[in-house]
T-cell receptor
Framework: GQQLNQSPQSMFIQEGEDVSMNCTSS?????WLWYKQDPGEGPVLLIA?????ELTSNGRLTAQFGITRKDSFLNISASIPSDVGIYFC?????????????FGKGTKLSVKP | DVKVTQSSRYLVKRTGEKVFLECVQD?????MFWYRQDPGLGLRLIYF???????EKGDIPEGYSVSREKKERFSLILESASTNQTSMYLC??????????FGSGTRLTVV
C-alpha cells in the first residue's frame, strides 16, 4: 500500500533542544495529521491540518500543511523528557480507498535529560 | 472524549490457537480499523469496516479475519496463530473525515 516518507527515522537530542521532522508524499493530500505514541500506548492525535499553507500550534508543537499539499512538518520547541515517543504523520488522499488515512513509518524521539 | 477500548493489553498464545482480539468504541463511529505495528514497518492496515457486517481488506489481510456484528464492536480473528503474527495490534475508529482515535493496543506474543 501507499506510504508516506517520514524523516528522520530516529532522533537523539538533549533536553531543551528544538526538534523538526517532516513527511513527504508523491500524491496530493487533503488532510495532514500528526500523532504521538507513548511507549506501550496507542497513538494520540496532536495536530490536524485541513488547508494548504495552514500553520497550527499546540503548546510547544507547531505543524504546517505544505503549499504543494505533498508535505507537512512538525516542530517541537524546547524539548522535555516527556516528549519521548514515536511521532507519526498521516495523510488523507481522497483518491485512495474511501479516504482512509495513510501513515508514515514514524520518527522515534529520544530526549536526554 | 471518544474512547476506544481493546480488551487485552497483553496476550500470550500458542501456535495454532484461534485468537480473538476485541475492540469497542463508545461514540457511534461508523468506521473502524485494525492495524499491526512492528519496529521499522510502521502501522500496517489489516482490515477495516465502514458499517455493521461490512469489511474490507487492508494491506496485509492474510492470516486474519474480522467480524463486525454490532456498530460499536470490531473483532480481529487469527484463525491459526503463527509466530510471525507476534506484534502490537492497534484498533482505531473515526467518523467521516476526522482523524482516527486509537485504542491502547494489544501486544500479542505467539509461542
Amino acid at each position: 500500500g501507499q506510504q508516506l516518507n517520514q524523516s528522520p527515522q530516529s532522533m537523539f537530542i538533549q533536553e531543551g533542544e528544538d526538534v523538526s521532522m517532516n513527511c513527504t508524499s508523491s500524491s496530493i493530500f487533503n488532510t495532514w495529521l500528526w500523532y504521538k505514541q507513548d511507549p506501550g500506548e496507542g497513538p494520540v492525535l496532536l495536530i490536524a491540518l485541513y488547508k494548504a499553507g495552514e500553520l497550527t500550534s499546540n503548546g510547544r508543537l507547531t505543524a504546517q500543511f505544505g503549499i504543494t499539499r505533498k508535505d507537512s512538518f512538525l516542530n517541537i520547541s524546547a524539548s522535555i523528557p516527556s516528549d519521548v515517543g514515536i511521532y507519526f504523520c498521516a495523510g488523507r488522499n481522497y483518491g485512495g480507498s474511501q479516504g482512509n488515512l495513510i501513515f508514515g513509518k514514524g520518527t522515534k524521539l529520544s530526549v536526554k535529560p | 472524549d471518544v474512547k476506544v477500548t481493546q480488551s487485552s493489553r497483553y496476550l500470550v498464545k500458542r501456535t495454532g490457537e484461534k485468537v480473538f482480539l476485541e475492540c469497542v468504541q463508545d461514540m457511534d463511529h461508523e468506521n473502524m480499523f485494525w492495524y499491526r505495528q512492528d519496529p521499522g514497518l510502521g502501522l500496517r492496515l489489516i482490515y477495516f469496516s465502514y458499517d455493521v457486517k461490512m469489511k474490507e481488506k487492508g494491506d496485509i489481510p492474510e492470516g486474519y479475519s474480522v467480524s463486525r456484528e454490532k456498530k460499536e464492536r470490531f473483532s480481529l480473528i487469527l484463525e491459526s496463530a503463527s509466530t510471525n503474527q507476534t506484534s502490537m495490534y492497534l484498533c482505531a475508529s473515526t467518523q467521516s473525515s476526522f482523524g482516527y482515535t486509537f485504542g491502547s493496543g494489544t501486544r500479542l506474543t505467539v509461542v
